[in-house]
T-cell receptor, first 116, second 116 residues
Framework: AQSVSQHNHHVILSEAASLELGCNYS??????LFWYVQYPGQHLQLLLK??????LVKGIKGFEAEFIKSKFSFNLRKPSVQWSDTAEYFC??????????????FGTGTRLTIIP | EAQVTQNPRYLITVTGKKLTVTCSQN?????MSWYRQDPGLGLRQIYY???????DKGDVPEGYKVSRKEKRNFPLILESPSPNQTSLYFC???????????????FGPGTRLTVL
């Protein structure tokens, strides 16, 4: 079964700092990769996704992520964070092995706190 | 507006009192799924449905039931809730994509359930 690891449980940064959140997955086959964000009290929103093609994907709000197949990684980056980026971030994987179940396997999440 | 709705958003109940959390989508999606979110564990799939009258277990189905009598609705039923089912529940839906592709899942706003 696939699994997802997010090594940073809580990250605290000042505004304008650069951000990189780690995500590693375990599955040797074809995967679809996602980053979701959950702002306080709100539901999950899709930040970006990778299905195929260019391994550097750009999402909303200035976020980007790079898929490195050899490292089984899909790290999230943002060059300059804002206070409004304070939220919880989830990496998720869909391993295309379970026909009919579009299940997403989520990491445990990284809580990001931006200090003004 | 395309959306996934859940009701209720907040619920406090007592052990053993049957309850139902409703989920409805207006996007004509075939696939629907329930997840629970717990601190330090991320989101885990409870049940999913590929279409009307087709449901199957996810990773943590114990203590839950679902039904899919209509395409737009996918209620989650707790026949005899217990305190370990205190959690934040999310419903999600997507178009059914088949073996070689994947469609984005849209999430509802969440239902925070407390079982005393």
């Amino acid at each position: 079964a696939q699994s997802v690891s997010q090594h940073n449980h809580h990250v605290i940064l000042s505004e304008a700092a650069s951000l990189e959140l780690g995500c590693n997955y375990s599955y040797g086959g074809t995967v679809n990769l996602f980053w979701y964000v959950q702002y306080p009290g709100q539901h999950l929103q899709l930040l970006l996704k990778y299905f195929s093609g260019d391994p550097l994907v750009k999402g909303i709000k200035g976020f980007e992520a790079e898929f490195i197949k050899s490292k089984f990684s899909f790290n999230l980056r943002k060059p300059s964070v804002q206070w409004s980026d304070t939220a919880e971030y989830f990496c998720a994987v869909n391993a295309m092995m379970n026909f009919g179940n579009e299940k997403l396997t989520f990491g445990t999440g990284t809580r990001l706190t931006i200090i003004p | 507006e395309a959306q996934v709705t859940q009701n209720p958003r907040y619920l406090i109940t007592v052990t053993g009192k049957k309850l139902t959390v409703t989920c409805s989508q207006n996007m004509n999606h075939e696939y629907m799924s329930w997840y629970r979110q717990d601190p330090g564990l991320g989101l885990r799939q409870i049940y999913y449905s590929m279409n009307v009258e087709v449901t199957d277990k996810g990773d943590v189905p114990e203590g839950y039931k679902v039904s899919r009598k209509e395409k737009r609705n996918f209620p989650l039923i707790l026949e005899s809730p217990s305190p370990n089912q205190t959690s934040l529940y999310f419903c999600a839906s997507s178009l059914f994509s088949g073996r070689r592709s994947y469609n984005e899942q849209f999430f509802g706003p969440g239902t925070r359930l407390t079982v005393l």
